[in-house]
């Protein structure tokens, strides 16, 4: 258990029995105040370490630590202490905090991306590697929704490196295809 929780809370964690990850998520989820209470603890602890960031490299690790960070609703109390040092008039700290947001929210977007491009990038390794030209056509129909986007071809044209001539005209051969078959609709 953190040593950073407070210790009311972390009374009240023991006295339900939290001793590790599972017993903490099934306490969470058993009482609805208590999951209240821990998640405001850990929003406002993430908050601190988002403001102590120095840079985009820093805030880039502490989401990979802490993916919270791109929730809705860590953003919005971003959102909210950005708004409260303004009108505190504290308006260096405001500043600093909006730039680290719009990081984040850069950072969010790339994570976005990444999350879309996965499965497209399976179903064109798949699309790629097919032993024919009609088992291509076939995962192209199967996986349809993923291969036909212009995003689709620009991750076929901008991330297969082929190894050797013959696998160059197989990866020229499947572009063609794609395009064909996003043509024909």
């Not at 998520?25 to 601190?48: F, G, H, K, N, V």
């Not at 291969?147 to 197989?170: G, M, Q, W, Y």
Request: avoid cysteine; charge should be negative.
């Amino acid at each position: 258990m953190s040593s950073q929780l407070p210790d009311d809370l972390k009374e009240r964690l023991l006295a339900v029995g939290v001793e590790d990850e599972e017993s903490l998520r099934l306490a969470l989820e058993t009482d609805p105040d208590l999951r209240a209470t821990y998640e405001s603890w850990l929003i406002a602890m993430t908050l601190q370490m988002f403001a102590e960031v120095p840079d985009a490299d820093a805030l880039k690790s502490l989401v990979e630590r802490a993916p919270i960070l791109m929730e809705d609703s860590m953003i919005e109390a971003i959102e909210q202490a950005v708004a409260k040092a303004g009108t505190m008039g504290d308006e260096t700290n405001a500043t600093a905090l909006s730039q680290r947001l719009a990081v984040l929210r850069t950072i969010k977007a790339e994570h976005e991306v990444a999350q879309r491009a996965a499965p497209m990038a399976d179903a064109l390794v798949q699309f790629v590697q097919a032993g024919s030209e009609q088992a291509a056509r076939a995962v192209y129909a199967v996986q349809r929704d993923l291969l036909d986007t212009d995003d689709a071809e620009a991750l076929l044209i901008n991330s297969f490196e082929p190894e050797d001539k013959t696998a160059r005209l197989v990866l020229e051969g499947r572009l063609t295809l794609l395009r064909r078959l996003r043509v024909a609709g």
